[in-house]
């Protein structure tokens, strides 16, 4: 079966798509971006055949400098690693003792994640096609619970 | 303005002509509360009850029957949601999108499939097991940058999201009067996709601080993602 995407306007009626029931494993959400970090651009980035590393710029902010390096291994994040983390006063380096784990785990497993929809501020039909649940609309289906 | 229903359908033993059939029905039920609620299309009933041409009598019943959530879902989240305080009249679209979106999908269990996610834009209904031993899962889109997910939630019934990114400023604060909004992002989940739908508009204006009131209806839960620091460049 496929995801069928269903254009609802005032114009438009009907339905939109035809179904096909074919069972096949669904990939990695390929159209996924790593999430949000910071808004920093990479500052460097070295490829292997399969892992790639790419460290964010450093960005200060009141409490001390904030520099991650993400690690992404067949397309996807493995771990993300802090290269500088605020340790000006013993409580920013216990703050970031506890955090640096806790937002690597959180990214790596909302990149591992098998996602089948997206909630989110509500898109137009002109939205939609730019959105992520148009991505993942356009991958196959999994396997139900019958396959 | 229109917007994309996506459906995400497991029919297990049902027939794939039963399975088509009930999700015909489903389109339709969305395209008929489109065509009764939209405040876009100026002769639909909802537009003409709104200018006081038509009384709520001469009105399809599925207006009272959303009025009605209205007014339950304005008690239960103690005003902030108000369908009867914008600014332009009386406007249900905060509880109209998620109501028709569960509907839809109500219409696909009732036809004996197995499981189904229907998507309305972000607000999402769902029911069964995408497979065996895994719920529904969805990720919440990052409202700085719409490309990405911040984090994934488990759904059992209902999950709805009220954000200012992709739409503007377009929540309304009813106790101010004005535009405004406490967090960038809201998101609720719970039984009812109209109620979730509603709590999270409500909960969007009023921030961080309705969080307790939604937790404490039974079966729902909710958190906000709040205006992130500025960072201060060098």
Redesign the interface.
Known sequence: MRRTPIVLTSTVAGLAAVLSFQQQPRGPLAGLAPPSLSSTPVASERASKSMQTADGIAVPNQYGVVQVRVTMKDGRISAVTPLQLPQGDPKSAQISTVAAPALSRQVIAAQSAQIDGISGASYTSAGYAESLQAAIDQLPAAPGPTA | ?????????????ES?HA??AA??RA?TI??AA??TF?L??PMSPMSRLRRGETSLEQSPPEIAEVLGYCAEARRLSDGWFDPWAMPGGLDPTGLV?GWATQRAAQVLEDSGM??A?V??????A?F?????G?A??????????????????RVERA?????????GEHIYDPFLGVPGSHAL?A?VTGPSLAMADALATALLARGATGVPCVRALPGYDAFVIKAR?Q????
């Open positions: 303005m229109g917007t994309v229903v996506s459906f995400e359908i497991r029919p297990g033993d794939r399975a088509t999700l015909e389109c969305l395209h489109d065509d939209s876009y299309m999108k197995a499981a996610m998507n309305g834009a972000g607000d999402i769902c069964g097991r995408p497979e065996t895994r529904w899962t969805v990720g919440i889109q990052d409202p700085h940058h719409p490309k990405r997910v911040l984090r994934t939630v999950i709805a999201t009220s954000g200012t990114s992709q739409r992002s998101t620091p960072l201060q460049h060098r």
